[in-house]
């Protein structure tokens, strides 16, 4: 992907496997409740596969062009949690709660510590 730029690169793949990651692990509480929990173990590593295709090398590419193993981490928690609140209040049907601003300002100070200077 050389013509896109780094961060979209890095970040647009993270975000990406970490839709498949929140339907992998969490999506089989809602879809498959009543199935035995090997068949939503299964299924759940299936779908996990496709979120190791995007992650790794999102965070190769990533790592190869200059951000820390630290910022990518942190870079992954901000993306989960992006992608898990609209997951848990669309898919889930979870009520949106304040702790969510709460801990995504959390974040926030987090990415400044870990990418400032």
């Not at 590593?45 to 190769?60: K, T």
């Not at 997951?87 to 702790?99: G, R, S, T, Y």
Request: glycine letters at 8%.
């Amino acid at each position: 992907m050389p013509s896109l730029s780094l961060p979209v690169q890095t970040f647009g793949l993270l975000l990406l496997s970490n839709v498949f990651m929140t339907v992998a692990w969490y999506g089989h509480l809602k879809s498959l409740a009543d199935r035995p929990w090997y068949v939503a173990a299964l299924l759940s590593w299936g779908i996990a596969l496709f979120e190791y295709l995007l992650q790794v090398p999102a965070n190769r590419i990533g790592y190869a062009g200059g951000y820390s193993l630290a910022q990518l981490k942190i870079a992954q928690e901000v993306i989960t949690l992006s992608v898990f609140m609209p997951f848990a209040v669309v898919v889930m049907n979870q009520p949106l709660k304040l702790d969510y601003l709460w801990a995504g300002l959390c974040l926030v100070g987090a990415v400044y510590f870990i990418f400032r200077g």
